[in-house]
């Protein structure tokens, strides 16, 4: 029998290189939302993969960029947490990008870094094949990484290869969850972050930086076996609010229906979803409410 290994692995990287969209594939379940525009995942999102003889427990962080918001400070904070103490990162670029001045720096990042690192070049499904040793030429020179694999997480090409290798460099370890599980987040925030995903997806503003969903409350009917939530979905001006309730509501309608078929699917139970739409100036400031999404000091 082979000796059980376990460890936590970050998936670090520019936004929109794909990482949210490796964690899904990775852990075989939607846990991350996943969207075109850049700085959709907020939060520190952690997905379990058990097999037989691992646990790997994937770190997605926040797309790692120069501050501007308070909010987006706070964002590389927990991006740079991530690096310390880990068993693996996960550095990912999309191939179809070329090199800047983003890379630059989270390169300079893993310089005071002591953990092992992978280099993933993803989305190669975009890029001719002879395109890609170059592309890795060129960052061998930049960093020691211990193993570098060209991959799509789109399509899934490469996956068990990516699995095969992380797996080699874990060290011997415990189970730390449950088979069963999958996330580490509570049903709340996954509530919220599917009617951000709904938002962002359907509207065609760049709504991800000035949106904020709270779930007011989450409630158990049992006499009617359904579950009710109630959000509220901040944004910083009256024109965004316009944008999200549409003509006659009917954008906020179809944010709430696309939103409440996925809860009921995840969730496993009906569900009674109220929207409500509110304009909070300069929110991204506002302590209270970035505590409420999970960005506490
Ligand atoms: P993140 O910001 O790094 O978490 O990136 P996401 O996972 O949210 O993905 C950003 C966009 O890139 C989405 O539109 C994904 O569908 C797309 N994407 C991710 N991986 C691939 C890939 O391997 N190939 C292609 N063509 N697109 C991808
Ligand atoms: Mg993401």
Redo the contacts with the bound molecule.
């Keep these: 029998m082979k000796t059980f290994k376990s460890g936590f692995v970050s998936i670090i ?10 964690l899904n594939r990775l852990v075989g379940e939607k846990i ?5 525009k ?4 907020r939060n520190q999102i952690m997905g379990i993969k058990t097999l037989p003889y691992a646990q790997i427990v994937f770190l ?1 962080t926040p ?1 790692i960029h120069k501050p501007r918001h308070e909010l987006n400070r706070r964002m590389v904070k927990i991006a740079l947490r991530a690096l310390q103490n880990i068993d693996l990162i996960l550095l ?1 670029i ?1 191939a179809d990008k070329a090199f800047g001045t983003g890379d630059q720096f989270v390169l300079n990042l893993l310089k005071d870094v002591k953990t092992t690192v992978f280099l993933l070049i ?5 890029i001719k094949k002879k395109k890609i040793l170059p592309l890795i030429d060129q960052y061998r020179q930049q960093h020691d990484f211990a193993e570098i694999i060209p ?5 899934g090409d490469n996956m068990e290869l990516l699995e095969e290798k992380i797996i080699q460099y874990l060290p011997v370890g415990p189970k730390y969850f449950p088979e069963d599980h999958i996330t580490d987040q509570p049903e709340r925030t996954l509530v919220a972050e599917i009617i951000r995903e709904k938002i962002i997806n359907l509207t065609l503003q760049e709504l991800p930086y000035s949106t904020a969903v709270i779930i007011e409350s989450f409630k158990e009917d049992v006499e009617k076996k359904l579950l009710n939530i109630r959000a509220t979905i901040y944004v910083d001006k009256p024109s965004q609010k316009g944008i999200i309730i549409g003509k006659s509501g009917s954008m906020l309608k179809e944010v709430g229906t696309l939103a409440r078929l996925e809860m009921e699917k995840i969730l496993s139970t009906k569900v009674y979803l109220e929207l409500w739409v509110k304009v909070k100036r300069k929110w991204r400031e506002n302590n209270r409410i970035l505590r409420l999404i999970g960005l506490a000091e």
């Excluded at 990287?13 to 490796?22: F, P, Q």
């Design positions: 990287g520019r936004t929109n290189v794909g990482k949210s969209t490796l991350a939302i996943i969207s075109d850049p700085q959709t995942t997605d797309g990912m999309a993803n989305k190669i499904d975009l991959l799509s997480a789109l399509l």
